[in-house]
């Protein structure tokens, strides 16, 4: 049996070596070293790829009604549905690695690093937040005894990244495998008075800048080759839907991230969780000429080998 090349993932499609006269650009090169990652940033076992029918490969993500296990409680407004981190976890961290999360309020995202063996650092600007978050955290299953950390402080801020590469330090870690960015959709939650919460951009553009910041940080901190994602909705105002998803979707390209995927997640069962009150929209689309949200984006991007 021919031995695998170092570096190709069990499971992982070989490709075969070029032959003896062709030259090698760098573009395959790229091409080449991509095939061999396949695979490696996850604990799939791509030879049994037909018995993965819980993992959602399809860009349309129907995922129903909050997952109210263990800690998790649906009261917080905003509240990241546990089934997203759950299926990014999955599909593109392995047991033991780190997961950020920057904008981690109740910490959904750490619970869930918790239940599913992964550590987890997370950033929280507003201390009742993150007092109440710590305490959910604590209650959440750990059979694997992963270490997470709530850090106070701003996601947007350049002298929050000493913070968190201490946090890195203390977990034994270098760079994180998965970022998860899930900030407000500008002002349609206030969370805070704290003018540098993103819902109380005054604008547009300065929210978008606040989200370029907190992405840079997140990039800075991300291991090459690893995937961040971006759950983020659009938002209605002045008469005229804005396509906040695709703007921020800008703001990470721009940064040189590699684009990936946009999924399309229902919020169907959910909206409350973002601010909606049905019957009031029902009347308000009816008057006003317009279509209701029914879903948010969970747009995946991943950072250059180099």
Same mark, same amino acid.
């Given at each position: 049996?021919?031995?695998?090349?170092?570096?190709?993932?069990?499971?992982?499609?070989?490709?075969?070596?070029?032959?003896?006269?062709?030259?090698?650009?760098?573009?395959?090169?790229?091409?080449?070293?991509?095939?061999?990652?396949?695979?490696? &940033?996850?604990?799939?076992?791509?030879?049994?790829?037909?018995?993965?029918?819980?993992?959602?490969?399809?860009?349309?993500?129907?995922?129903?009604?909050?997952?109210?296990?263990?800690?998790?409680?649906?009261? &917080?407004?905003?509240?990241?549905?546990?089934?997203?981190?759950?299926?990014?976890?999955?599909?593109?961290?392995?047991?033991?690695?780190?997961?950020?999360?920057?904008?981690?309020?109740?910490?959904?995202?750490?619970?869930?690093?918790?239940?599913?063996?992964?550590?987890?650092?997370?950033?929280?600007?507003?201390?009742?937040?993150?007092?109440?978050?710590?305490?959910?955290?604590?209650?959440?299953?750990?059979?694997?005894?992963?270490?997470?950390?709530?850090?106070?402080?701003?996601?947007?801020?350049?002298?929050?990244?000493?913070?968190?590469?201490?946090?890195?330090?203390?977990? !034994?870690?270098?760079?994180?495998?998965?970022?998860?960015?899930?900030?407000? &959709?500008?002002?349609?939650?206030?969370?805070?008075?704290?003018?540098?919460?993103?819902?109380?951009?005054?604008?547009?553009?300065?929210?978008?800048?606040?989200?370029?910041?907190?992405?840079?940080?997140?990039?800075?901190?991300l291991r090459p080759g690893r995937f961040l994602a971006l759950v983020i909705g659009d938002t209605y105002r002045a008469g005229e839907w804005q396509p906040l998803g695709f703007e921020a979707m800008h703001v990470c390209r721009a940064l040189g991230l590699?684009?990936?995927?946009?999924?399309?997640?229902?919020?169907?069962?959910?909206?409350?969780?973002? !601010?909606?009150?049905?019957?009031?929209?029902?009347?308000?689309?009816?008057?006003?000429?317009?279509?209701?949200?029914?879903?948010? &984006?969970?747009?995946?991007?991943?950072?250059?080998? !180099?």
């Amino acid at each position: 049996m021919a031995e695998a090349r170092p570096g190709t993932a069990r499971g992982a499609v070989r490709l075969p070596e070029p032959s003896a006269g062709e030259a090698i650009t760098a573009a395959r090169r790229r091409r080449v070293e991509q095939a061999a990652d396949l695979g490696s &940033y996850s604990d799939l076992d791509l030879r049994q790829w037909k018995s993965y029918d819980d993992l959602i490969l399809g860009s349309l993500w129907l995922l129903g009604p909050r997952d109210k296990s263990g800690p998790h409680v649906g009261d &917080y407004w905003g509240n990241f549905v546990p089934q997203i981190p759950q299926q990014l976890m999955r599909r593109f961290t392995k047991r033991g690695q780190v997961v950020l999360d920057l904008f981690a309020g109740m910490s959904t995202t750490l619970i869930e690093c918790r239940r599913l063996g992964r550590r987890g650092i997370g950033v929280e600007l507003a201390a009742d937040v993150a007092e109440a978050a710590r305490a959910r955290i604590a209650q959440a299953a750990n059979a694997h005894g992963m270490a997470t950390r709530l850090i106070l402080a701003d996601a947007t801020a350049s002298e929050t990244e000493a913070l968190l590469r201490t946090a890195l330090a203390e977990l !034994g870690r270098d760079a994180v495998d998965l970022a998860i960015l899930h900030p407000p &959709y500008h002002d349609i939650i206030r969370f805070s008075d704290d003018p540098r919460d993103l819902s109380n951009a005054p604008t547009t553009d300065a929210f978008l800048a606040a989200l370029r910041r907190a992405a840079t940080l997140a990039i800075a901190l991300l291991r090459p080759g690893r995937f961040l994602a971006l759950v983020i909705g659009d938002t209605y105002r002045a008469g005229e839907w804005q396509p906040l998803g695709f703007e921020a979707m800008h703001v990470c390209r721009a940064l040189g991230l590699q684009l990936k995927a946009i999924n399309v997640k229902s919020i169907q069962g959910n909206e409350r969780g973002k !601010g909606k009150r049905e019957n009031l929209w029902k009347y308000r689309a009816l008057k006003e000429g317009f279509y209701l949200f029914k879903h948010e &984006y969970v747009m995946l991007f991943r950072k250059p080998r !180099g």
